[in-house]
């Protein structure tokens, strides 16, 4: 089911969005209780009042197609089932140039598994199979630039060393150090690329 919080249609088709919502250009995906009044929020519950409320499992999403200039998908990713299905929906909602900021468990955070619910886990490189000139880009059409990569650890006096390390070199921190100086979370900036050989 998907309605629009406090009114409006329900359905699988695309919304028709109240004014307010219509000049948001910012889609927060898994808002949870951290509404943000300057974008269009989604979740799947109830308790944070979302703007739409939808599962972002069911896909198509209720939006058209080049519809944000941003992407906010925070400690949501891990949540779903399909990893490439929700990118390439965030790609078709997105325009070309678009922001995408993602936060995700990384694989060798002890949160990354003790939460039931987690689906995924996550590698600095997984994002780069959605990069032109990857070779594995072949999952997906959708096309995406990595513009910043942080592996973020817990503040300890040596996890500010192990951070410098392992975001400079960060295959070779996940090839051999992970296990032995576990990271916490993975954020992400990417570029919607349109235009190109990527999905219409």
């Avoid at 307010?20 to 799947?44: F, I, K, M, Q, S």
């Avoid at 949540?79 to 929906?89: I, K, P, S």
């Avoid at 949160?111 to 039931?116: I, K, M, R």
Wanted: aromatic residues 12%.
């Amino acid at each position: 089911m998907t309605k629009l919080w406090g009114g409006g249609g329900q359905g699988s088709g695309t919304m028709a969005f109240a004014d307010h919502l219509d000049r948001r250009t910012r889609l927060h995906l898994g808002c949870g209780l951290r509404y943000d009044p300057e974008a269009v929020n989604v979740d799947v519950g109830e308790a944070g009042k979302p703007d739409v409320l939808h599962n972002l499992n069911q896909r198509p999403w209720p939006f058209p197609d080049n519809r944000f200039e941003s992407v906010v998908i925070r400690d949501v990713l891990e949540h779903l089932d399909d990893t490439l299905a929700v990118l390439e929906e965030i790609y078709r909602v997105c325009k070309s140039g678009a922001r995408v900021h993602i936060v995700v468990p990384h694989f060798s955070s002890n949160g990354a598994f003790t939460d039931p619910t987690h689906k995924r886990f996550f590698s600095a490189l997984t994002f780069d199979y959605l990069t032109e000139g990857h070779p594995q880009n072949f999952y997906t059409a959708a096309r995406f630039r990595i513009d910043t990569r942080q592996i973020v650890f817990r503040q300890t006096v040596l996890n500010k060393v192990v951070w410098r390390l392992a975001n400079r070199f960060p295959e070779a921190y996940e090839n051999a150090w992970a296990w032995i100086f576990p990271a916490w979370f993975i954020s992400v900036e990417l570029t919607v690329m349109k235009g190109g050989a990527g999905l219409a």
